[in-house]
């Protein structure tokens, strides 16, 4: 059960109208890293979770309060979106200043939304749950979760230097600081699940099913040897259980592949000498 607060969680008011840069705004609203995404993937991860406890209260949580971020992004547009110019067609058209703000304006946010904020990204298209994961293991998911965090952060952090508006760059400096402490806690629940489960998804896969002479090989597969430089080279491997190995020249272990000529009545191209065309 949902319990809607009126209040927002942080004050969304810009200091004037901007419906261009409302429009760059739906990016981290419902673009694939946006706020509607990560709260659809929180909570689905935590409708998913198949016992009581502390990881499904995070994701419930965490999940809830991109709710709240929805809200005030969807208010800080509405409000960028004032007295937006849409009557003004017929000036723009002597006037390339204006022509340049509406041309940048989205077009939809007053014919479709009524000078409201859509779940669309800021090129007009719609929110996908494709977006989301929720494969069910934690550790997996959590690291999707940082993913989205960081992306996420990047894109807002963008934003802000897009603008010279107080009121914007106030509301963006809470969200940023929220990413920050989001970064960190997914990257505490990793630490600590790896700490019980190992750093391999899944861990309890039977390592022996596995073609284990590959499975901590490097393979160089471009010009040049500066990859060998890594971490991820040489050295012991990260979940403790073997050594890195840098492979030069990868080899091909399954030969070059031949298939059996298709039947007739497929009149794929066989190679082989038609019969009488007549």
Not at 91 to 110: L, T
Request: hydrophobic share 40%.
């Amino acid at each position: 059960m949902f319990y809607h607060i009126k209040e927002l969680q942080y004050p969304a008011k810009p200091d004037r109208p901007d419906p261009v840069f409302a429009r760059k705004l739906q990016e981290v609203l419902g673009g694939q890293f946006g706020e509607i995404s990560v709260a659809m993937q929180y909570l689905f991860q935590g409708f998913n979770v198949r016992m009581d406890g502390k990881y499904k209260d995070l994701l419930m949580d965490v999940g809830t309060e991109e709710l709240a971020h929805i809200e005030m992004l969807a208010t800080m547009i509405a409000r960028l979106l004032d007295n937006a110019p849409p009557g003004q067609l017929e000036e723009a058209a002597n006037d390339p200043i204006m022509a340049a703000i509406i041309g940048g304006m989205n077009p939809q946010h007053a014919i479709v939304n009524g000078l409201g904020a859509a779940p669309k990204d800021s090129n007009g298209n719609s929110w996908s749950a494709d977006y989301i994961i929720a494969s069910g293991n934690l550790l997996a998911d959590f690291r999707a979760n940082l993913n989205a965090e960081s992306q996420g952060r990047l894109q807002v952090a963008r934003l802000y230097e897009m603008t010279s508006d107080r009121g914007v760059k106030d509301m963006l400096s809470f969200l940023i600081a929220r990413d920050t402490m989001h970064q960190n806690m997914w990257l505490a629940a990793i630490e600590e699940l790896e700490a019980k489960e190992g750093v391999v998804v899944p861990s309890t896969f039977p390592r022996h099913l596995e073609k284990q002479q590959v499975a901590y090989d490097f393979y160089n597969f471009s010009q040049g040897e500066a990859s060998a430089e890594g971490r991820w080279a040489h050295g012991p491997s990260i979940d403790g259980c073997s050594n890195f190995c840098y492979v030069q020249n990868p080899p091909a272990y399954g030969g070059i592949p031949h298939l059996n000529p298709a039947p007739a009545y497929t009149f794929d191209t066989n190679f082989h000498i038609p019969p009488s065309l007549c």
